[in-house]
């Protein structure tokens, strides 16, 4: 297996990837929106605000992941990752947590100074991700599961509580994902 930085070239196969992915364990109507979502990403998001790694088997993506610039009013270096795609025949090997630890360690190396996510504490947790509270850090829309609020410091300091709004990329500044 090869984990690799997301290249352009690798737009339409990453985007029926997560679509296929999305509407195999939650429906249609789910794949549809979450392929639409990268489609969005990779479409609008400048390239030093997003990030995507991916596996591949043979030259074929098997898992996704993309990061995007979270903007913060203390001007941290931050990024938020969604979404998450693995293959369903893949599920279940720690690809996906793999995949996690190589992008955070690559934009640890960027300078990146906090990772947020808004997903499954149970499954976040295992890549070092913890509760991060919206007193703390407020998410850029209102969250229907505040309890998946999630962050973690990439430079050995603690997420500080930051006072104000954050802003997310426009392809995810939808409420339908929060």
């Not at 985007?15 to 429906?27: K, N, P, Q, T």
């Not at 997903?119 to 991700?129: L, R, V």
Request: net charge negative; aromatic share 12%; proline share 3%.
């Amino acid at each position: 297996m090869n984990f690799s930085i997301f290249d352009s070239s690798q737009s339409q196969a990453v985007i029926e990837l997560f679509h296929r992915v999305f509407s195999d364990s939650e429906g249609a109507d789910e794949g549809k929106l979450i392929s639409q979502l990268v489609s969005d990403l990779i479409a609008t998001t400048s390239t030093q605000d997003l990030l995507g790694c991916v596996a591949s088997l043979q030259k074929k993506p098997i898992g996704c992941i993309f990061f995007s610039r979270l903007t913060l009013e203390n001007n941290a270096n931050a990024f938020i990752l969604s979404p998450v795609a693995v293959d369903v025949s893949y599920q279940r090997k720690g690809i996906g947590q793999r995949l996690i630890t190589f992008g955070i360690h690559y934009l640890k190396e960027q300078g990146v100074e906090w990772v947020f996510t808004y997903g499954d504490p149970n499954y976040y947790s295992k890549t070092g991700f913890r509760f991060v509270s919206e007193e703390s850090v407020k998410a850029p829309l209102k969250l229907s599961h505040p309890e998946g609020w999630l962050g973690q410091s990439l430079n050995g300091d603690p997420i500080s509580s930051i006072y104000g709004v954050s802003k997310c990329v426009d392809a995810l500044n939808k409420a339908v994902y929060w």
